[in-house]
């Protein structure tokens, strides 16, 4: 779960979070960013119980949740914050 690198003679403990990169034009940081965390939790977090509990869940299905579009990215709005929890 989390692993060491050397950077400029001195190690550095950090989190094996997944990377996943995106097209220069996509815009859609917020939502790979999202998809690293789950895909961390879901797949290399080292609590069982907690892996199992999180969902698969696809970049398309975050695109759809936060609203993203490609080449706009994500907009913040007290709308889009406010959906999920009233």
Same mark, same amino acid.
């Given at each position: 779960?989390?692993?060491?690198? #050397?950077? *400029?003679?001195? =190690?550095?403990?950090?989190? $094996?979070?997944? &990377? &996943?990169? $995106? /097209? *220069?034009? *996509? %815009? +859609?940081?917020?939502? %790979?960013?999202?998809?690293?965390?789950? @895909?961390?939790?879901?797949?290399?977090?080292?609590? /069982? /119980? +907690?892996? !199992?509990?999180?969902?698969?869940?696809?970049? *398309? /299905? =975050?695109?759809? =949740?936060?609203?993203? !579009? %490609?080449? +706009?990215?994500?907009?913040?709005?007290?709308?889009?914050?406010? #959906? @999920?929890f009233e």
């Open positions: 779960m989390i692993t060491s690198i #050397e950077v *400029d003679h001195t =190690i550095i403990s950090i989190l $094996q979070v997944p &990377y &996943y990169s $995106q /097209e *220069d034009a *996509d %815009y +859609l940081c917020f939502v %790979y960013s999202i998809l690293m965390v789950m @895909d961390f939790f879901k797949n290399v977090h080292s609590n /069982e /119980e +907690l892996r !199992q509990i999180i969902p698969n869940t696809t970049k *398309d /299905e =975050i695109m759809a =949740i936060t609203k993203a !579009q %490609y080449g +706009l990215g994500t907009t913040f709005s007290t709308n889009l914050i406010k #959906e @999920d």
